[in-house]
Nanobody, 126 residues
């Protein structure tokens, strides 16, 4: 079993920054990739960013390119999401997830991820 715990969410003014962390644990933790998703009430969970756990190759949703940076520390089994120039539309619950799928098309597909954290709220005020 794998456990993922997010932290770092909070309230920030528009234009500000936050850094989310996702700490992974579990004897079977060996992902192919990890990702960040976000969700607002009543809407589907949306892809934000993903990173190949071994090689570090990254992917981003168009809405966050140039503002968000995903990274990982393999030694600490921790993934990060640096969020800069935050906008009100970034307000959501942010989830981290891990995937053993090697399917390229699955990068942005929540169904391709095996384990999920509990989520952390990010609120961006005007």
């Amino acid at each position: 079993q794998v456990q993922l715990v997010e932290s770092g969410g909070g309230l920030v003014q528009a234009g500000g920054s936050l850094r989310l962390s996702c700490a992974a644990s579990g004897r079977t933790f060996s992902p192919y990739r990890m990702g960040w998703f976000r969700q607002v009430p009543g809407k589907a969970r949306d892809f934000v960013a993903a990173i190949h756990w071994g090689g570090g190759i990254t992917s981003y949703a168009d809405s966050v390119k140039g503002r968000f940076t995903i990274s990982r520390d393999n030694a600490k089994n921790t993934m990060y999401l640096q969020m800069n120039s935050l906008k009100s539309e970034d307000t959501a619950v942010y989830y981290c997830a891990s995937s053993t799928s090697r399917r390229i098309a699955g990068i942005g597909d929540p169904g391709s991820y095996d384990y999920w954290g509990q989520g952390t709220q990010v609120t961006v005020s005007l």
